[in-house]
């Protein structure tokens, strides 16, 4: 099983930027693919982006409207998110996943691992 902890959250005021990390331990396989996804209280978690285990193919929520980045850094087993021109409406808790297939998906299902969330508060 592999294991995510994810960290960068906090405040920003709208039009801000924030960056996300995500360190995975334990058992990674070659085709492992790292992503985000974000929830508010009382919806459903939605999907934000996702990276393949080269790095070479990411996949972007459409929302996103290329605001954001991820990227990964395999040496050291992480990845992040760089996220730009930051709206109110991006305020969520944002947790990091993992899932062992090989084309970043935005399906929840194939994502069997999770870090613990990490809080994006967003004010106008």
């Known amino acids: 099983q592999v294991k995510l902890e994810d960290s960068g959250g906090g405040l920003v005021q709208a039009g801000g930027s924030l960056r996300l990390s995500c360190a995975a331990s334990g058992r990674i396989s070659s085709g492992y693919v790292m992503g985000w996804f974000r929830q508010v209280k009382g919806r459903a978690r939605e999907f934000v982006a996702a990276?393949?285990?080269?790095?070479?193919?990411?996949m972007y929520a459409a929302f996103v409207k290329r605001r954001f980045t991820i990227t990964k850094d395999n040496e050291k087993n992480t990845q992040s998110i760089q996220m730009n021109n930051l709206e109110p409406e991006d305020t969520a808790v944002y947790y990091c996943?993992?899932?062992?297939?090989?084309?970043?998906?935005?399906?929840?299902?194939?994502?069997?691992?999770w870090g613990q969330g990490t809080q994006v508060t967003v004010s106008a």
């Open positions: 990276i393949n285990s080269s790095g070479r193919q990411t």
């Open positions: 996943a993992g899932g062992d297939f090989v084309d970043p998906a935005a399906d929840i299902r194939l994502y069997t691992d």
